[in-house]
């Protein structure tokens, strides 16, 4: 999986997923989740939740496609991919997983972390900076694979935690699992290549920390990735309505107890 990007017809796959034919227009079944653009891992690809991952889009290169960065953060090759990602919803992303887990089938486990705060067996983090109360969360073994059906999705259950934010009109919702690949890559033990298709952007940068960026029209995106000390990565997705700096200030929250 060390191989350079092939611009024709391109199409991500994570660990086996099946397509999602996101031209159809079905309310009452969860067919994918929206994120803002596309991961690809060079190496063991695996389902990320947003995305990232609880993602499974079939992305087109065309040859307009540029990089718009290229670059290595401990080790794992990040590459941005300028391209409009042309499809569209009629749920906002928060409803569609709120929806996914009222299905039982979709939650192996589910933990208490006031109780157990190490079930899951990964760090993870809170937010601590906040104006938008949490409403709900699910942590446990999901299956994150949002898929066309139950017959076509890869069912894998990943220790993950989903924190659903709501007020009024303004949602934001997060998810949390651990990166083996990433931490595999970060401990040298093997090579990975990350591509994020749509209009990525790197907004924050450190030793521990990585923090991109995507927008559209009606939901905003942060993948963040953060090195604990002993070497482990935990992937974070944000993603919500409210403005830029709104999510911005909100992945802080996040970062606050990060050393």
Do not use: C
Not at 105 to 130: M, P
Not at 197 to 215: F, H, P
Not at 243 to 257: D, Q, T
Request: hydrophobic share 35%; charged share 25%; no cysteine.
């Amino acid at each position: 999986m060390n191989k350079k990007s092939k611009f024709e017809d391109l199409t991500v796959k994570l660990n086996a997923v099946y397509e999602v034919d996101i031209s159809e227009k079905v309310m009452t079944k969860i067919e994918e989740i929206r994120v803002r653009g596309n991961i690809k891992r060079k190496q063991n690809p695996r389902s990320i939740l947003l995305l990232s991952s609880i993602i499974v889009l079939l992305v087109s290169i065309s040859a307009g496609a540029t990089y718009a960065f290229s670059n290595k953060w401990n080790g794992i090759t990040i590459s941005l991919i300028e391209q409009n990602n042309e499809y569209s919803n009629q749920m906002n992303s928060m409803d569609r997983m709120s929806q996914w887990l009222e299905n039982p089938k979709n939650i192996e486990k589910e933990y208490n972390l006031v109780v157990d705060k190490e079930a899951l067996g990964f760090e993870f983090v809170t937010n601590k900076k906040t104006n938008i109360s949490l409403i709900n969360r699910v942590a446990g073994h999901i299956n994150l694979n949002i898929s066309e059906s139950e017959e076509k999705g890869d069912i894998k259950f990943t220790p993950a935690i989903v924190d659903f934010y709501n007020h009024q009109q303004q949602w934001v919702m997060v998810i949390q699992s651990n990166n083996s690949d990433a931490t595999k890559a970060v401990r040298g033990e093997s090579e990975l290549s990350n591509e994020f298709v749509g209009n990525w952007r790197e907004i924050k940068k450190t030793d521990n920390i990585l923090a991109l960026y995507s927008e559209d029209d009606n939901e905003k995106n942060i993948n963040l990735s953060i090195m604990n000390s002993d070497k482990t990565v935990t992937d974070i997705q944000i993603i919500g309505n409210i403005n830029k700096e709104e999510m911005i200030e909100f992945m802080e929250g996040y970062l606050a107890e990060v050393n």
